[in-house]
């Protein structure tokens, strides 16, 4: 079995040992091994050329990033936790996304930004949010996030050799989980949502952290008789919205299980989509389950309540096909 933290430390390495141009840097990466203990042994082995502990500045080493790709290296960066990366916001928003189109192409930023996400381990309001609509809205920007062990193992490569720059995001709740990884495991699509679980008779669409919650609902519902086919969007900019809209023609409903906020969130963005293309498909009012419009709590009750669970999805899924 291979942790999330383990296949995304072998996508480390192997992007390192594929690319002499790639390189990993970011607060506490190197010596200490990751805040969250991923990029743990990446120093010993290729050194603090590539592997570069920064000061605890986002703006100064995001921007380096930036400089570096456009210089024709293929920059790692590790943002620590994503309610860090707004510090860096001008440096991804104003450069980062914008310079090749302002180039007319001329100039490239093969960048890769990590960003753990997300909420689940007691870590407070302003380490633990959901941000990734942030960075969906932003234009010039690729945005994917794994949900599971091989996205995390596979998305990075394809991420390091992409011309624009990609943020990858990582659910924080996720590191510790486990699952077979195959030994010739290797980069997968970061451009198509994926159907994890087939069903018949209710569309729901999640991502991240929240699809472990989708896919627990899922088997609860399956025990009475609720078909439930479970999309993982995997990329959110740019968004497949042809995988989700083909499977609510078939299923005619649709739940959409989201960490981040419900206001002007992704969920928000699936179905105003869903409703302009695919309204005559639909037999019920879409539904959202998505944390509470309140900062993430601190205290281990009052984060369960915050967020989006498997009894509120089930409860959702029930309405729509009642």
């Keep these: ?19 002499d141009r790639a390189f990993l840097m970011g607060e506490d990466v190197g010596a200490y091994g990751g805040c969250f203990g991923v990029s743990r042994g990446l120093l010993e082995e290729f050194g603090p050329e590539r592997v570069r502990d920064t000061p605890l500045s ?27 990366s ?72 394809t991420a390091v050799q992409n011309p624009d720059p990609v943020i990858v995001f990582e659910p924080i709740a996720l590191y510790n989980i486990d699952a077979e990884l195959p030994a010739d495991a290797g ?3 970061i451009d198509s949502a994926v159907i994890r679980r087939a069903g018949a008779d209710v569309t729901v669409v999640a991502y991240g952290g929240s699809l472990r919650v989708a896919e627990q609902a899922a088997d609860r519902l399956a025990e009475q008789g609720v ?11 740019p968004l497949d919205q042809d995988t989700v809209l083909e499977s609510v023609a078939r299923t005619h409903r649709l739940v959409i299980v989201d960490e981040g ?13 869903a409703a302009e293309y695919a309204y005559f498909d ?10 509470a419009e309140t900062p993430i709590p601190y205290a281990k009750q009052l984060e369960d309540a915050a967020l989006p669970g498997p009894d509120a999805v089930v409860e959702a899924i029930r309405r729509v096909v009642s």
């Excluded at 997300?118 to 690729?142: D, M, V």
């Excluded at 639909?282 to 944390?291: E, G, N, Q």
């Design 261 to 273: 906020w419900r206001s002007v969130g992704i969920a928000a963005e699936i179905a105003a989509r």
């Design 58 to 84: 986002e703006s100064a080493f995001v921007g380096a990033g930036i400089g570096a790709a456009m210089g024709g290296m293929r920059p790692i960066v590790e943002v620590m936790t994503v309610n860090f």
């Design 86 to 157: 707004l510090l860096a916001l001008d440096q991804i928003l104003n450069n980062a996304a914008t310079l090749r189109h302002m180039s007319a192409g001329q100039i490239e930023v093969p960048l890769v930004i990590r960003m753990p996400t997300g909420a689940g381990r007691q870590l407070a309001a302003q380490h633990s949010h959901s941000l990734e609509n942030f960075y969906a809205h932003i234009p010039g920007l690729r945005v994917v996030s794994a949900a599971t062990v091989a996205d995390a193992r596979g998305m990075l490569w």
């Design 282 to 291: 639909l037999d019920a009012p879409i539904a959202r389950v998505c944390a």
């Design 1 to 19: 079995m291979t942790s999330y933290r383990e296949a995304v430390r072998e996508a480390l390495r192997e992007a390192l040992h594929r690319d």
């Design 227 to 237: 078909a439930a086919e479970v999309i993982d969007l995997r990329s959110l900019r």
């Design 187 to 189: 980069a997968v699509d």
